[in-house]
């Protein structure tokens, strides 16, 4: 994992100017959100069925994140928690780059702060991406260009990722003497730990293929032409799934993952499937198949 040289960021389409400026603005660091967010920055849009897509919206700064931007997709991501019929959110940047990471301009600001100050305003990205985690639908990075930094972790911290052919990842944070510190439980939890060391200690750059066999995203993308068949197949999908239970599902992996197989893990599954059986979409789900009919939320 050494440093990619001249000739590998021509294979990535990159320039050594732009592979700078990735890199300078590519750390965790975010401020807190601001009571004024400018709702202009995240732009929300949902369909009558339950399809939701927010998309970070600052195309003339690659989409790096400032203190209004975290205040708009904390408020986005929290108002989500609480829409039963979501089906699925789709996460992208405008202007065809995911995240660059940190702004340059809060960096400057930063360089000021005391410590207690830096602790205050790093919680602003811990607590969006928290809020984000815990959307009980599923949520969907879609990565065009790059996703740098705090914008990878965007991506570790969504249920499932897709990119396209030819973007470009990197944890850049030790270049900065800087640590990915408010990211790293979801990319740890994405990639798992020997990979995220890795990632994390070399600061490397690296492409949506090798992202694919790292864990960090699912799929890779031919082009952009692709991602509204992606979009439309896997809403398709979603649409079949009753959305108590995706969301229910999601709040299960997250109470199991890493528990010991005991008794008291056995009971509460037990508790958990037996609440489900009752609950009015598991009557209706399995009085449908019974019946072979789709269910209410598929019709």
């Known amino acids: 994992m050494n440093k990619p040289t001249e000739a590998d960021l021509n294979a990535l389409d990159i320039t050594p100017a732009e592979a700078a400026e990735m890199n300078a603005i590519s750390h965790p660091l975010l401020t807190t959100p601001a009571p004024d967010a400018n709702d202009d920055l995240v732009q929300i849009n949902a369909t009558a069925d339950g ?3 927010v ?3 600052r195309p003339d700064r690659r989409n790096a994140f400032d203190a209004p931007t975290i205040a708009a997709l904390y408020e986005a991501f929290e108002t989500l928690q609480g829409a039963d019929h979501v089906r699925v959110v789709f996460i992208r940047g405008a202007g065809g780059t995911f995240s660059a990471g940190a702004d340059l301009a809060w960096m400057a600001d930063a360089v000021r702060w005391s410590e207690s100050d830096n602790r205050d305003d790093a919680m602003g990205l811990a607590k969006m991406l928290k809020a984000l985690h815990d959307v009980p639908a599923l949520t969907v990075a879609i990565v065009e260009g790059a996703a740098m930094g705090g914008g990878a972790g965007i991506v570790a911290a969504c249920d499932m990722a897709v990119a396209v052919k030819g973007a470009k ?4 944070e030790v270049k900065l003497g800087l640590i990915p510190a408010t ?4 990319v740890v939890e994405a990639v798992g730990a020997r990979t ?3 990632l994390f200690m070399t600061a490397e ?3 949506a293929g090798a992202a694919k066999e790292f ?3 699912s799929q890779v993308l031919e082009s952009a032409d692709q991602i509204d068949g992606f ?4 809403s398709t999908d979603m649409k079949a799934c009753a959305p108590r239970a995706v969301g229910e599902t999601k709040r299960l992996v997250n109470h199991v993952a890493g528990h010991g197989i005991d008794h008291a893990l056995m009971e509460e599954t037990a508790k958990r499937i037996a609440r489900a059986r009752v609950s009015a979409e598991g009557q209706e789900g399995v009085a449908a198949f019974l019946e072979k009919r789709k269910p209410r939320w598929a019709e």
Do not use: C, E
């Open 205 to 207: 750059l690296f492409d």
């Open 231 to 234: 979009i439309a197949a896997l």
């Open 51 to 53: 399809v939701v897509f």
């Open 183 to 186: 990211i790293a439980p979801y």
């Open 55 to 57: 998309t970070i919206n």
């Open 215 to 217: 864990g960090l995203i």
């Open 196 to 198: 995220a060391r890795a």
């Open 169 to 172: 990842f990197a944890f850049s």
